[in-house]
């Protein structure tokens, strides 16, 4: 069984940075990628970044320049780094492992962002 465990949310006023970290039960490569997701209030789930066993990243048009995710293999943990938020970001952060053989992603327990304005 796969345990992800996010970390580093709270309350913090717009124009202002959090990091949210995912620490993995398990090597992150064995994963094919590591994703953020979001889910606002009365919204569905979003994508809001990802980053492949090669590298790669991707975010979504929302948080472009303003977010980054990378990682650390040696600890298993992949990090979230938001900066300029905006209220707008208000969401519950999920850390997310996909396992594209059997189109099954492994969920962590989520971590709240609020972001004051």
């Known amino acids: 069984q796969v345990q992800l465990v996010e970390s580093g949310g709270g309350l913090v006023q717009a124009g202002g940075s959090l990091r949210l970290s995912c620490a993995a039960s398990r090597n992150i490569f064995s994963f094919n990628s590591m994703t953020w997701h979001r889910q606002a209030p009365g919204k569905q789930r979003e994508l809001v970044a990802r980053?492949?066993?090669?590298?790669?990243?991707n975010y979504a048009d929302s948080v472009k320049g303003r977010f980054t995710i990378s990682r650390d293999n040696a600890k298993n943990t992949v990090y979230l780094q938001m900066d300029s938020l905006k209220p707008e970001d208000t969401a519950v952060y999920y850390c997310a492992a996909w396992v594209a053989s059997h189109s099954l992603y492994y969920w962590g327990q989520g971590t709240q962002v609020t972001v004051s304005s």
């Open positions: 980053i492949t066993t090669d590298g790669t990243t």
